[in-house]
């Protein structure tokens, strides 16, 4: 075994290299496809801006985008009143 003799400055540059891998590997590790647990869009901007993070033009767009998604009509309260 050798010794290796490293800078600071490239030392604390590959370790966060290496966290900054390990975090990602811990994403990929779940499953990031997974449809979501609540098909409800009133409900999900709800959660969202109860954490009081996002500005109301967010919220908005956010409302939109998932109503028009397939994914959410099936729970989307105008879609059962058609049936």
Avoid: C, H, I, W
């Avoid at 979501?36 to 999900?44: G, L």
């Amino acid at each position: 075994m050798e010794t290796v003799t490293l800078t600071k400055k490239e030392y604390d540059r590959l370790l966060k290299k290496a966290l900054s891998y390990d975090y990602l590997r811990g994403l990929m590790a779940e499953d990031v496809f997974a449809s979501p647990p609540v098909k409800n869009v009133e409900k999900v901007v709800k959660e969202f801006a109860a954490t009081g993070r996002y500005n109301q033009k967010f919220l908005k767009s956010l409302e939109k985008g998932l109503k028009r998604s397939n994914y959410f009509d099936n729970e989307n309260p105008t879609a059962s009143s058609r049936s």
